[in-house]
């Protein structure tokens, strides 16, 4: 795999093994058992090229996607995988043809709309497809202008196909230097607090927590009117905090719950004492602590576009009712809830005021039935100074 470098970008041609290896490295597992259960055809394509003779072919061995420009990080392996079981296999006259840039002084090429194609082709053992060469790379182009012509290839052929998710198109923009003015700062914020999505912020290696997706997370970041909206001193210091083995690894796989998490740790905490007990509960496994709580139930049907304000919510109710239980008394107030309450549908609202207000218990698949801990334990029992 060769990465040709400039300044601030890079161009990384993949081959479609190299780039199976990287980004879905059990995908030829899953085709292999599935061949071998005789439901998918793995020593060639299940059919012929359709009027050969008036079509450009290329030896996939020449096919290369443009690592920067198409969406690696997004292949969509059962989709691949359900093509595959519904045709038996690879087929040429269902895979069309697709779209090509040349090289100038190189015999690959590289894939405007054919990443998944030719991904099927390949685990299938097709050696050859059908091509169209739209343009040539002269050898003088610079790799900004290839990545810039090639960023507009794949714009324009996925406008009307697939929907390519909003995390995929900004690391697009970035890798290929076309992003905007926001994504860059969006992109220096999570630098300064330490967080890696999909090839913006921190490097990924040294970064307090790696997600792959952006999943409203932009909410915590980019605008101060937003009712989610972190300081970045603050987000900062929150950040740095649940890292140190407050918050295990599994939180990656759920970033609208940890942008709940940081938003109600920056905002909605106002004394160490609140945060000590606030971090008690989130490690308690009591029938009402932070862990006894199915993951589903913090982010799951969830009002559209709202999902982190109605997480938010959810967390600071059943927090509420934790901590209500030893106090006797409520933590939370409605009136603490206004700037997220005032973008949330009635049902929401009413939720709340049945938590907060009516104190009506929370219902909740549980994961931990029983307990050793009491819920009306004392500050002291829970080590909170």
Known sequence: MNSVETE?????????????????????????????????????????????????IMPLYLARIIEEVQRIDDIEENKIIENLLRCG?????????????????????????????????????????????????????????????????????NRHNSKVSDTSKKRVAKTTGTWSVAEQAQHETLKRVNIHINSYGANRDYAYFVFKSFSEFD???????????????????????????????????????????????????????????????????????????????????????????????????????WRRKQLKSNVIEISDLKDLLEVMNVETNQFVQDCLISEIPIKYDPIVTSHDEDDDSLDETFGIK
Request: include cysteine; charged fraction near 25%.
């Open 8 to 56: 601030q970008l890079t161009m990384t041609p993949l081959t479609i093994k190299e780039l199976l290896e990287g980004y879905a490295p059990n995908l030829a597992k899953r085709v292999e058992e599935l061949s071998a259960q005789g439901l998918i055809k793995t020593d060639g394509a299940i059919d012929e090229i359709p009027n050969r003779g008036k079509k450009n």
């Open 219 to 321: 909410k915590l970041i980019t605008n101060p009117n937003n009712p989610c909206y972190v300081e970045t001193d603050s987000l900062k210091k929150t950040v740095e905090f649940f890292q140190d083995d407050v918050l295990d690894e599994g939180i990656q796989n759920h970033p609208r719950l940890f942008g709940a998490l940081c938003l109600i740790y920056s905002n909605y905490l106002n004394s160490s004492k609140d945060k000590s007990a606030f971090t008690v509960w989130l490690e308690d496994t009591s029938s009402s602590g932070f862990k006894s709580y199915n993951d589903k139930f913090w982010s799951q049907k969830v009002q559209h576009t709202r999902n982190m304000e109605q997480t938010a919510l959810r967390v600071l109710c059943a927090y509420n009712q």
């Open 89 to 157: 296999g690879f087929s040429h006259k269902e895979a069309l043809v697709g779209d090509v840039f040349g090289f100038e002084n190189e015999e690959y090429k590289s894939g405007t709309d054919t990443m998944h194609r030719w991904i099927m082709a390949y685990l299938c053992g097709v050696t050859e497809v059908a091509i169209n060469e739209q343009d040539v790379h002269p050898e003088t182009a610079t790799i900004e202008e290839i990545l810039c012509e090639e960023s507009k290839a794949f714009d324009s052929r």
